[in-house]
């Protein structure tokens, strides 16, 4: 059984920093297409950032030069550090991961940005 299990989703204030952590069971992540996903209120889900079987490593232009995906391949664990956090960042964030045909979802994780 598949299963992504996000944290790391705070209150911070403009400017500040935040480490979202999505631990994977069932699967392999360096196996498997990864990535972050946002939904703010009122607002499509977007794609924030992904990061592919062989390293590569895409983001929406909005998060450029601020945010880092990662991963841990011995712990199975993904990563989304968010510097310089704008008010705009404020979303639930969503891990997924791509496996064959099949896409997994975390239960998302609140980041709230206040000026």
């Known amino acids: 059984q598949v299963r992504l299990v996000e944290s790391g989703g705070d209150l911070a204030q403009a400017g500040g920093s935040l480490r979202l952590s999505c631990a994977v069971s069932?699967?392999?992540?360096?196996?498997?297409?990864t990535g972050w996903h946002r939904q703010a209120p009122g607002k499509q889900r977007e794609l924030v950032a992904h990061i592919t079987r062989s390293g590569g490593i895409e983001y929406t232009k909005s998060v450029k030069g601020r945010f880092t995906i990662s991963r841990d391949n011995v712990n199975n664990t993904v990563y989304l550090q968010m510097n310089s956090l704008k008010i705009e960042d404020t979303a639930v964030y969503y891990c997924?991961?791509?496996?064959?045909?099949?896409?997994?979802w975390g239960q998302g994780t609140q980041v709230t940005v206040s000026s």
């Open positions: 997924s991961l791509r496996y064959a045909f099949d896409t997994y």
């Open positions: 069932g699967i392999g992540v360096g196996s498997s297409l």
